[in-house]
């Protein structure tokens, strides 16, 4: 039945499809990890590729923007903004960078990478609108007041240049079904493992994180005409664009009610019954990380490794499009001792990453403070170097003279470049970019001191006293992410993912912070308008009843209530008289 839908497929596609387009791709996976207190790490992840014509935006030249299975919606964000890339991240918790996962930064994140830098400086507002609009998120409050463009950092496609990217985070920003929903309606698909995404389980997580990356790269340049006389400094026009989408949904579920952490499958997990690899998909596959001695699974994995970057972990993987899992995979991991559940509860039963990153404030009174970023390297013989990106609020005026970065043993760091932007109110961020390097076994640490502005009281948010939220710090270290590239590597396929990719380097991120400015005491109004109240309405009710009641001697009072006294009984003499004749007749007739 399977072959039957597949050359239907194939027929109408290659029936109705312009001669332009070649076949495109689609590739599915799922990353399970058994972690401590019955919580487990997945990641999945699908990725689109398709490959087409140019399209060339400059007007009079005629261009159409149709696709396959590339979403038309994100082709034209791509096109309309000059964008060679971007990458989009929703992400709420934070978890520890020994897990083999795209890493985020709490909140959202947006980089995009635009053809030019003239591009960059014109486009990234509507580019925030529309992406707002597509994915259901405040993409659009990413200003000039948060966003920086980078010198030192690098970002995947911007090796050698980083003056056409721009970067923001809203720390605060929250991720919900909202969001999720329209991240699925941009897959090609609504079959195999997508059909594992189940809502209630993904947000109800410790940590959950919803990815977006695209790209376009040229395939092939048009040949130089015979007549021309060719030029470096002359770009060569593109003759076919390949087009490829990655989206990746990271959570650590909470174990249910009924789950059993010593033995479980797939149902048990998400909920959900799998009915087999989506129809469109190349390539399906699932694959498990567990400790060696810890757990087994089965069905017999195609391949079993050994991680060389996770000492004691194993990687096992199912390839999903062969016959016997087509209909169902009967999934099953069995936990055969309880060690790990000593250990923290978001870590992972292999080793912990050698690199730890801390940040922190610390404040001298309600006015001045003090920036301190710590980086660990617990390395005993590599030197990790690194570039350090922080977008600090133009709230936080930073004291440059006073930054100094300084090693555990007391000896100053060495840094090899360094960037620094200086706050304008209401305008633009405060910067701080450098490059340095920790050697093993050390702690590398930086201080700087900053003030605090001061804002309106209507630029203060609806919870004033709980602060204002600071965005992660970003480091990109010199080495690659060996962790992902070796679970690709056991997959047998090249990685698409930014932050796996042969040409992208370790990046990690920091934990957000919240900066107590000075908060106005917003119940004073409320106050004043209600002692205002009171004072009006002792005034009011005053001359009201002055002016709506007698004055009446109190003797004349006295007389009037006596003598309607003894009316009142001689009336009611007279009746009782009258009563009594009525009966006296009556008996006198009988």
Avoid at 263 to 269: H, R, T
Avoid at 353 to 378: C, K, P, Q, W, Y
Avoid at 410 to 433: C, F, M, N, W
Avoid at 532 to 554: D, H, I
Wanted: charged fraction near 20%.
């Amino acid at each position: 039945m399977r072959a039957v839908h597949a050359t239907i497929f194939t027929f109408l596609s290659t029936a109705f499809t312009d001669e332009r387009l070649t076949d495109p791709t689609f590739e599915e996976s799922l990353y399970i990890e058994p972690l401590t207190q019955g919580r487990v790490l997945t990641q999945f992840e699908f990725v689109t590729t398709e490959t087409r014509d140019h399209v060339d935006t400059r007007p009079g030249y005629p261009h159409d923007d149709h696709f396959q299975w590339f979403p038309r919606t994100i082709g034209q964000v791509l096109t309309s903004h000059s964008l060679n890339s971007f990458h989009i991240s929703m992400t709420r918790g934070r978890i520890p960078s020994s897990l083999p996962i795209s890493p985020a930064p709490s909140g959202l994140e947006l980089w995009s990478h635009f053809t030019s830098p003239k591009a960059a400086s014109t486009n990234w507002q509507a580019l925030t609108n529309t992406l707002s609009g597509i994915f259901c998120a405040s993409v659009n409050f990413l200003d000039s007041t948060i966003v920086a463009t980078p010198e030192l950092t690098r970002f995947p496609g911007a090796q050698h240049s980083s003056d056409s990217v721009k970067v923001g985070i809203l720390p605060r920003e929250s991720s919900c079904t909202e969001n999720l929903t329209p991240w699925l309606k941009l897959s090609p698909t609504r079959d195999g493992l997508i059909t594992l995404l189940a809502p209630l389980r993904i947000f109800d997580s410790a940590y959950h994180s919803i990815q977006f990356y695209v790209k376009q790269s040229c395939q092939s340049y048009k040949p130089a005409h015979p007549a021309s006389t060719p030029s470096p400094s002359t770009p060569r026009e593109c003759q076919q664009t390949k087009y490829t989408m990655v989206q990746t949904l990271t959570s650590i579920i909470e174990p249910a009610d009924d789950f059993n952490p010593a033995e479980w499958g797939l149902y048990d997990l998400v909920k959900r019954e799998f009915r087999g690899p989506s129809k469109l998909a190349r390539a399906s596959s699932i694959m498990v990380g567990y400790k060696d001695g810890e757990g087994e699974v089965r069905p017999t994995p195609v391949a079993v490794t050994e991680s060389r970057e996770r000492k004691g972990m194993k990687l096992a993987m199912w390839d999903l499009t062969r016959e016997e899992y087509l209909t169902e995979f009967p999934f099953m991991y069995k936990q055969s001792t309880t060690s790990a559940d000593s250990q923290d509860s978001t870590v992972a039963p292999g080793s912990r990453s050698t690199l730890s990153i801390e940040r922190f404030l610390t404040m001298d009174g309600t006015e001045f403070g003090t920036l301190v970023v710590a980086v660990t390297n617990l390395d005993k013989e590599k030197t990790r170097r690194f570039v350090y990106l922080d977008i600090l609020p133009w709230y936080m005026r930073l004291y440059l003279h006073t930054l100094s970065t300084t090693l555990s043993d007391g000896r100053p760091a060495i840094r090899h470049h360094h960037y620094a932007q200086t706050a304008v109110d209401r305008k633009q961020p405060s910067i701080l970019e450098l490059e340095s390097e920790v050697p093993p076994m050390s702690t590398w640490k930086l201080t700087v001191d900053f003030v605090k502005g001061t804002i309106f009281y209507t630029e203060h948010r609806p919870d004033a006293n709980r602060g204002f939220d600071i965005g992660a710090a970003m480091f990109t270290f010199s080495e690659k992410d060996l962790i992902q590239q070796e679970r690709y590597k056991t997959l047998g396929r090249p990685s698409h993912s930014p932050s796996a990719s042969a040409h992208h380097q370790l990046r990690l991120y920091s934990n957000a912070m919240l900066l107590a400015l000075p908060t106005p005491d917003f119940s004073m109004p409320y106050n004043v308008i209600t002692l205002t109240c009171t004072v009006l309405a002792l005034f009011v009710g005053t001359v009201f009843n002055m002016l709506t009641r007698g004055m009446v001697e109190v003797g004349s009072i006295k007389d009037a209530a006596k003598d309607g006294k003894d009316q009142k009984e001689k009336s009611t003499e007279k009746e009782s008289k009258r009563v009594t004749r009525s009966t006296e007749k009556e008996k006198n007739d009988d």
